[in-house]
């Protein structure tokens, strides 16, 4: 079975970084895309990032020149490097990998930033 698992998370203070790895099991290919979504109580789930190629990576607006993706293709591992972190940033972040138009997603983990 195919899974993908988050680690990383944590409490941290507004302005502070913190990294999230994300690394897959049980597969034998390479994910067509990785990525990182998030979602805060009472909200829905997010884009927060998403890599598809060297070429071709996408940021959501409000994180953009703050967090930056990087993924290892072969070992169908992400990470999420998240600098200057910011009270609205508290969420639970979740890694999703595609293939051909199958999602496998992650159980999530807990970023916290406090004011």
């Known amino acids: 079975q195919v899974q993908v698992a988050e680690s990383g998370g944590g409490l941290v203070q507004a302005g502070g970084s913190l990294r999230l790895s994300c690394a897959a099991s049980g597969i034998r290919f390479s994910f067509d895309a990785m990525g990182w979504y998030r979602q805060a109580p009472g909200k829905q789930r997010e884009l927060v990032a998403i890599?598809?190629?060297?070429?071709?990576?996408n940021y959501a607006d409000s994180v953009k020149g703050r967090f930056t993706i990087s993924r290892d293709t072969a070992r169908n591992t992400v990470t999420l490097q998240m600098n200057d972190l910011k009270s609205e940033d508290t969420a639970v972040y979740y890694c999703?990998?595609?293939?051909?138009?199958?999602?496998?997603w992650g159980q999530g983990t807990q970023v916290t930033v406090s004011s």
């Open positions: 999703k990998g595609r293939f051909r138009g199958t999602d496998v």
């Open positions: 890599h598809l190629n060297r070429a071709n990576i």
